[in-house]
Structure formats: C-alpha cells, structure tokens
C-alpha cells in the first residue's frame, strides 16, 4: 500500500464509510484531501460521513468541507446538498434556503425568474385547529406509489388501516402509481413525466393532477406517505381543514435533528389551492425539475423553500403522531395515545413486523 497516494486513503475511506466506522472513514477522507485539495470527491465524502456522525463539531467540519467543494465546483450538487443539510441542523434553516435560491437561480436559464414564497397564514382561517371539513363533503386519502421501493403490500395495508381508523368519514383511498399489480384501491396514474421519487409528491398533489383524477365531492385532501402505519384514530387529522399541515422535524429528533423544518410524510390540504400550486409546483415546472435537484435533494427542503408557516400536524394533534426512530423503538411499545407512527428512514414497517404491536396494526384487513 502506498499511505501517501490520495486516491489510496480515498478509497479506505469509502470502504469504512461502507462499514459504519466513521472515525476511520473520516480519517481517510481528511487525508486524501489534505495530500490534494482539488480532490472533489474526498471533500464530499467526508462531509457526508461528519453529517451521518451527526456532532455540532462535525457539523460545522462538514460545512467547511463543503464550502471547500464549491470553490473547487461551484454546481457539485453533493455539496450543495450536504451544505443544506449541515445549515439546517446547525439550525441556520434560513442560510441553507438563501443558499440554494441563489445557487438555482445562479443558474437559472428563465430571465427574471423570482422565487415565490406563500405564507399559509395569509389563505384563510384564524385559529386552525377549529377548521373542519365542512358536512357533506368528503375526503380523498392519497398515496403515491413508484418504483420498486414499496410493494402492493405497503398500499394494501395502509389504506385497510385507513378504513379501520377513519370512523364515519366519508372518504376515499386513492393510489397513484405507474403499476397497480395487486393493489387493492382505486388506482390513478402517475403523470406523463421524467420525475422521480419523492419528487413525484410535488407533480401528483400540485400540479392539477390530482383534480383531475378525483371527483369534485372530494375537496380536501390527506396525503399519507407509504411506510404510515396507522394505530389508531385518524378521524378527526383527517377532518382537519385550514390551509396546509404537515409535519414538523421538532418532533423526530433520532430521525431528523433537527428543528423547524417540515416532514411531508402527512399532509392535509384543500384540492386546487392555486397558491400552493403555483409556488410548490410552479416552480418547479419553470425551473425545471433536474434543475432544482442539482441543488435540493429532499422535497422536504423544497417546501421550506416556497411555504412558510404550515400548520404543525402534531402540535394539533398532540401526542398522536410519532416517529418510530424517536418514540417507539427502545420503548418497544405504542404510547396509549398514538394514532399514526412514521418511518422516515430506516427502518421501514417490513423490517419490524415481527413487533407484537405491528402483527395488530400493519395488516391488510
């Protein structure tokens, strides 16, 4: 082995990267760019190892390696995504979207394009938690489905949840997806574009997609990510009906650590609000979407970006929404208030069904 070749110290990092041994991952990474500081590769690298070992001290390191990255390539979309995430759990959220505007738009190909901002707070309704669907409408419960990541099971069993926990509510469970083999709900098609993954969320909900697919009766919307498992009662979430709710990062700290930001996993809002659209969608549509992605890699953080002042799902529902990385998994047990228990990151529902409490929950009838 040759110890002062950077390429070789580079290479160990990513073997014990793959490993889960942090300490020496970034060892190897501090080396290799410390022998070549035009080394792009290292400096990402290690700034993607200091943010999965998560310290204040590593996050500030991580950001100095990313700020290094970009003066060596000032588009390096690796960069620009760990600088976001660095910012935001230093809790610099209003750095990391000033940040990435100015990267997009840097290079943004629509003269004049300014970045729109709504404020949930200026569409309608006073005091949120009072705002309920109005009687004789109904609600249209929405999950997206693409790819290979999540099977026919995930749909099944969460919209046989849905219906056990819904009460009296009228409602409908609807799945967008591209293959609807052995799905057992009202089925829509994906849009016709070259969108992928959680990007799918923005084109399915925001974009008059959505209106098109479903009836008019159906005018507020609860969007469910796939890996929900729902535990309890969701009748009144469901009913809920001011502008937008989402959930919030505060409250998923083993996940996120991180404060304020959004978690889309639930949403709740009325079909064919025009501003949502046009800053959730619109936007993107104008800059395009593979523009967007070489600067945000997370919808989550596209939110931030474009509305302000959503609705916190759990501080209206207190105590009822969890997330499992947070609240479940040492307890190894469901608080007794729990309605809905989340699954971020890893692990998903399948990788813990053998649990007592999912075996009751996470099943198809």
């Known amino acids: 082995m040759a110890p ?191 969108w992928t993954g959680w990007w799918h969320k923005a084109s399915v909900l925001f974009s008059g997609h959505l209106e098109r697919h479903i009836p008019e009766r159906f005018e507020r919307v609860l969007y469910l990510d796939l890996d929900t498992v729902i535990v309890g009662p969701i009748q009144d979430i469901a009913e809920y009906a001011g502008p937008f709710a989402t959930l919030y990062t505060s409250d998923f700290g083993k996940t996120e650590d991180r404060e304020g930001g959004y978690n889309s996993s639930m949403m709740a809002f009325p079909r064919g609000c025009e501003a949502l659209q046009a800053a959730i969608f619109g936007q993107l549509d104008a800059l395009g979407v593979d523009h967007v992605k070489r600067f945000v890699h997370r919808l989550d953080f596209w939110l931030e970006m474009t509305v302000r002042g959503a609705a916190s799902l759990q501080s209206l529902f207190p105590g009822r929404l969890l997330d499992f990385k947070t609240h479940v998994r040492e307890a190894d047990s469901l608080p007794t208030s729990a309605s809905v228990v989340n699954f971020p990151l890893r692990p998903k529902p399948h990788e813990v069904a053998d649990a007592a409490w999912m075996q009751a929950h996470w099943r198809p009838a």
Request: proline share 4%; aromatic share 8%.
């Open 4 to 194: 002062a070749l950077p390429a070789t110290h580079y290479n160990l990092g990513c073997v014990w990267d793959d490993l889960g041994a942090l300490p020496l991952a970034i060892a190897h990474f501090e080396m290799a760019a410390s022998l070549k500081p035009s080394f792009l590769e290292a400096f990402d690298c290690l700034a993607g190892a200091l943010l999965k070992r998560g310290s204040r001290k590593d996050l500030e390191h991580a950001r100095v390696a990313c700020e290094q990255a970009l003066r060596l390539a000032r588009n390096d979309s690796a960069a620009h995504w760990n600088l976001g995430s660095a910012l935001r759990r230093l809790g610099k959220a209003d750095e990391a979207i000033a940040r990435a505007w100015s990267a997009i738009l840097h290079e943004c190909k629509s003269p004049g394009f300014t970045p729109l901002l709504v404020d949930v707070k200026t569409l309608g309704g006073n005091d949120l938690r009072e705002a309920k669907v109005p009687q004789g409408s109904a609600v249209a419960v929405v999950c997206v489905k693409w790819g290979t990541k999540y099977d026919a099971v995930y749909v099944n069993n969460l919209r046989a949840a849905v219906s056990r926990h819904i009460g009296n509510l009228s409602h409908e469970f609807f799945c967008f997806t591209e293959d609807s083999s052995g799905v057992d709900s009202t089925t829509r098609p994906l849009p016709d574009n070259e």
